[in-house]
């Protein structure tokens, strides 16, 4: 069954000049544990699209379903990471990744097992005494990460969550986070502009339009291999196919 | 290298450091000595009217003399007038700011009063306040109050306003209400904010306790310096000006300690 439903999502703007019309006729489900990710040209409004699956944002049209319940507010099944790590910095790693809890009021003995579990597993542990500004660009977005899965999410999603990183950085903390999601079964929706990205991680790559942005296709992604991860990914034969035939279908319209 | 593996540039950098810091210290000591007595020997000589414009042995004379009538009755007067002015004036436009932020409905509506009400020049409304809450502790109170308000409230909201936005976006995916919001990012986001707001505040009360003061009191260092006038008594005035320098320099160090135990408090 899918965990997650996205049925003819319509959005409008209005500004003083005029409606605009963000994205429409948007339909796509995703699997338990599947991951999904989303390309398209900059300002098309994959955010706004992201921002409605969370609840965050009521669309003018259409509905999300999470396991078969419709989304209306910000839904608790739905864990959001943005492009910054936002770790607040007057809390130490342990508070910043009890916040989502706190939030919820949620934060039971079991959920700061949890956190504590999470924090252990990835390697945070041993830094939880210590402030967001101590440590490593790559290490926040981690720590973000765990902030985001301790409210134990069944669908998480990532607005553009590692562009803020530096390359090098980055390649790791995707296969870090590419690990720690296939390992925690959690259903993905990734936001990216960035093709490899996409290909690396994902299941199944959803192109958009210009705007109004329109699906113009859900590609699927099969690097018929076991274990794969984003680095083996990338340096498989079937990656350039991939590659060209995304950048074919960005640059058609323009 | 020395012993303790300190480099000798090591060593240089930071002898410079300590002999700048003494240097600027001696500086600022010696302009103290030298106008003092300057001052001092003008008087003496007749050069300037020590009637006019006193001279420091007369105002150490009349500090003295001060210390044994009742000094510490009028610092204290003019202290808890200033405390009392300045933590009113906190709450209250540190509330008023919040109510702003939240609804910016009312921030609209509000604007044009706010602007007004800030280029006010709030002593102007002394004899209002006195005829209002009367001619006494109140009004100077109410005073210091009118003066530090409005710039509290515009200080506060615009630190709340300038809260980093993702902050905000990232507690709104977790689905943060409002409240959630101004208690877990905003306001400690603002701690710093409040702390500059609080520095300029205490100055601020002092400037409407003492002119409250010279408008209505009994006591207090403002009475001090507004009688001393009045019967040309100028060590009087000079002695009280010096006193309350040195207190508003306290009040405001106790501001930066406050400010010092809070930071560590919240790791800024």
Redesign the interface.
Known sequence: MDVLTVMNIEQKYQAENGEITAIKDISFAAEKGEFVSIVGPSGCGKSTLLSIISGVLKPTNGEVYVSGERVDGVSPHIGYMLQKDNLLDWRTIYKNVLLGLEIRNIKTQENRKRAEDLLKTYGLYEFRDKYPSQLSGGMRQRVALIRTLAISPDILLLDEAFSALDYQTRLNVTDDVFRILKQEQVTTVMVTHDIPESISMSDKTIILSDRPAVIKEILKIDFEMDNRTPLTCRNSPKFSKYFDHIWKELSRNE | MNSIGISTERTAYLQGRARTKKLVLAWQIGILVLLALSWELLARFGLIDNFILSQPSRIGATFINMVQYDLINHVFVTVYETLVGFILGVITGTCLAVILWWSSFVAKVSEPYLVVLNSLPKIALGPVIIIIVGAGTEAIIFMALAISLIVTVLEMLNGFRHT?S??I????????TKA?IFM??VF??N?STLFNSLKINIGLSLVGVIAGEFLVSKAGLGYLIVYGGQVFKMDLVMSSVMILAIVAALMYEGVVLMQRVAMRW???
């Open positions: 980093d993702e902050y976006r990232m507690a709104s995916t977790f689905g943060a959630q877990k990012v400690p986001y701690i919240y790791n800024h």
